[in-house]
């Protein structure tokens, strides 16, 4: 028999919080050491709060948990990073509050996957340092499908297997992947991709984050790389995403203002 663990230290990104009573927030995490986990801050929103700061949504944390009855209890609170740029820019919270959602929806309580923090830990540090996020959230929705099993296939028909030639393809999510045109009427929920869009997204998929900044892909072929991957994200999930309608709304003030 397993022994139950009463405490745990562990580093975490808060995802999001739910007031809970007079003074208490129930938080959501995704830990390093043991994936997701809810954990209740007590009395954090009293004034004299010592651990509020440290507990704010899209912020890095080191914490002291222990077990309570429901959910673990917040002990101690230490900041890692806050993050500070997303507070001061919505376009950049919108970023990181769309990257954080799709870790909490694709993601199971008390599931450990280090790599998958890991990558999530480095999207934050991207969005908040990199004057535009935009490939940033692009390279981290294709490295989270590869570590939770859904690797979309972009360099092979994914019905009659034969090697994508370069001419405009098609993605169909229920397939998992690019249906060349000779195949695609076969398939009525396969959408239309630009060679040059799909050209963006395997070499985004096949090379680490340094080499995938080199790609220049306009306006057009970023609308196309990201519906492509949305549309993906939200089969998986059998449900919308919240997070994306507000980003969009962030960017249509942002085109009205400038």
Not at 77 to 95: F, G, I, S
Not at 162 to 191: L, N, Y
Request: net charge positive; charged share 30%.
């Amino acid at each position: 028999m397993t022994p139950t663990i009463h405490t745990l230290t562990v580093e975490a990104i808060v995802l999001r919080h739910v007031e809970m009573g007079e003074a208490d927030r129930l938080l959501t995490l995704y830990t390093r050491e043991a994936g997701k986990l809810r954990a209740m801050a007590k009395g954090v929103r009293k004034m004299k709060s010592r651990k509020a700061g440290h507990l704010e949504p899209f912020t890095r944390v080191r914490l002291q948990l222990a077990r309570g009855r429901d959910f673990w209890i917040v002990t101690q609170a230490e900041t890692v990073d806050a993050y500070l740029p997303l507070r001061e820019d919505l376009l950049r919270t919108a970023y990181a509050a769309y990257a954080m959602e799709l870790l909490d929806r694709f993601s199971f309580d008390e599931e450990e996957n280090r790599p998958l923090y890991q990558q999530s830990v480095e999207v934050m540090e991207r969005i908040t340092s990199l004057e535009d996020p935009f490939l940033a959230v692009r390279f981290y929705e294709l490295r989270l499908l590869d570590l939770v099993g859904f690797r979309p296939q972009l360099f092979r028909c994914v019905s009659c297997e034969k090697p994508i030639q370069p001419e405009d393809q098609f993605f169909d999510p229920s397939q998992g992947g690019v249906v060349c045109p000779r195949c695609a009427p076969r398939f009525a929920t396969a959408r239309e991709i630009s060679k040059d869009a799909l050209r963006f997204l395997r070499h985004l998929q096949r090379s680490p984050f340094t080499e995938a900044l080199r790609a220049t892909p306009n306006a057009s072929q970023r609308a196309e790389m990201e519906h492509t991957l949305r549309h993906y994200l939200t089969y998986l999930l059998e449900r919308r995403l919240n997070s994306p309608g507000f980003l969009e709304e962030i960017r249509r003030g942002r085109q009205i203002g400038g």
